[in-house]
């Protein structure tokens, strides 16, 4: 039963005769996993905090940076260097103190997935990129597990509901929209492309809204139905999804397929042998002197100290400074999170063939965990 205290605070939810106590009682004994804590997981968070869902977990490895700010409304810059996980969760637990927030300061990956996400009766995929994806949607379809899809880029964003029992059977998975990954040429994220401050908002919003009317039972859920929405004309549209039964040719089917199923999605194999981990790297840093360093973020990215004294050549300018990068000297490309100085090694591969150049993996991102983990030790 509610208590005094939440009988005040989801009035506003008691008064609506579709939701009403049971309607709320429903949403304080659910139980929902929200991966991905950045533009989309903010608003997702902070309202369904606010309706009352009994349980969130947060999955999420980044840390706060002073470019997430334009969008992510949950932070500040007070919060900037700090894990995202962990202050989404001090913050809203302060917000609701009836609930349970759970963080996980983790990246989702083939190792973790299923012990993340079983214990989850709903799955909201706050994530920006096609592997985490792809990954979701299989344990989920795996784990008989309801998946709210959400996803932005530039101006436009869409939102479904994948893997739903609706009119008394499955709807379709994300693989039956997309079976299969797209080469990643060519697709950029919100660091490379934009994005508009309050589109993350308005898709996150709708993703909340998909969780608390699956909950409760009221309206007509976005099962089989792509919403697609234009915020600059502010239109509207829906796609029609059909459940593929064929989908099972695309996708693993038992958890240890999911151990050896490939998700790097359309990563160059070649580029993959000049990866090197944050451990290599401290072994090589213990063992050479002379490495060069490159960072190839874009120059508004860089808000505190770099970690490696070197240069700095933006991506977008790689190409036009090939010069400038010795390669019969060690070098080491790192970004925010080893996307791009990877993709820095295909352009520079095409010029030349080193066998000293590599990247870093996981980029900044993986470096700041294992300082933060090496500290709580």
């Known amino acids: 039963m509610l208590n005094n205290r939440e009988i005040t605070k989801y009035k506003r939810h008691l008064l609506l005769p579709e939701i009403g106590m049971s309607g709320q009682l429903k949403l304080k004994q659910q139980k929902v996993l929200v991966i991905g804590a950045g533009g989309l997981g903010c608003p997702v968070l902070q309202y369904l905090t606010a309706a009352g869902i009994g349980e ?22 007070n919060d900037i260097g700090k894990a995202k996980a962990i202050v989404a969760q001090e913050k809203l ?3 609701n103190t009836s609930i349970n927030i759970i963080s996980y300061p983790i990246k989702l990956n083939i ?10 009766n709903i799955i909201v995929d706050c994530t920006d990129n096609y592997s985490s994806r792809y990954l979701i949607n299989d344990v989920c379809v795996l784990l008989n ?13 869409q939102v479904s509901v994948f893997n ?18 797209p080469k990643l040429e060519g697709f950029a994220n919100c660091n490379d492309s934009g994005v508009l401050g309050v589109l993350p908002g308005i898709i996150g919003t709708m993703q909340a809204n998909e969780v608390i009317k699956i909950t409760t039972g009221v309206g007509r859920v976005l099962c089989g139905r792509l919403l697609c929405l234009n915020a600059l004309t502010m239109e509207v549209m829906h796609l029609e999804i059909e459940r593929n039964l064929n989908i099972a040719n695309f996708m693993p089917n038992t958890s240890e397929e999911i151990l050896q199923w490939n998700y790097s999605l359309g990563e160059d194999v070649k580029s993959k042998q000049y990866e090197i981990d944050h451990i290599q790297l401290e072994k090589m840093m213990d063992t ?7 960072d190839v973020r874009e120059s508004n990215e860089v808000i505190e100290p770099r970690p490696f004294r070197g240069i700095e050549i933006p991506f977008s300018e790689i190409r036009n400074n090939i010069h400038q990068i010795r390669t019969e000297k060690t070098t080491i490309f790192y970004c925010k999170s080893g996307k791009r ?3 820095a090694i295909k352009i520079l591969l095409e010029y030349a063939n080193p066998s000293n150049i590599y990247s870093l993996k996981g980029g900044l991102d993986a470096w700041k965990t294992r300082n933060l983990n090496q500290q709580l030790l």
Not at 111 to 120: G, H, L
Not at 145 to 157: D, L, N
Not at 288 to 294: E, P, Q, T, V
């Open 56 to 77: 969130i977990g947060i999955v999420d490895f980044d840390y706060v940076d002073a470019s997430n700010l334009q969008r992510q409304v949950l932070y500040t810059e």
């Open 341 to 343: 100085s990877a993709d």
């Open 288 to 294: 050479c002197d002379d490495i060069l360093f490159i």
């Open 111 to 120: 190792e973790n997935a299923i012990s993340s996400i079983q214990n989850y």
């Open 93 to 95: 637990q302060r917000q």
């Open 164 to 181: 739903y029992y609706w009119q008394e059977k499955k709807g379709p998975t994300y693989r039956c929209l997309f079976p299969t990954p």
């Open 145 to 157: 597990k309801t998946m709210i899809y959400g996803s932005i880029h530039r101006f436009e964003g």
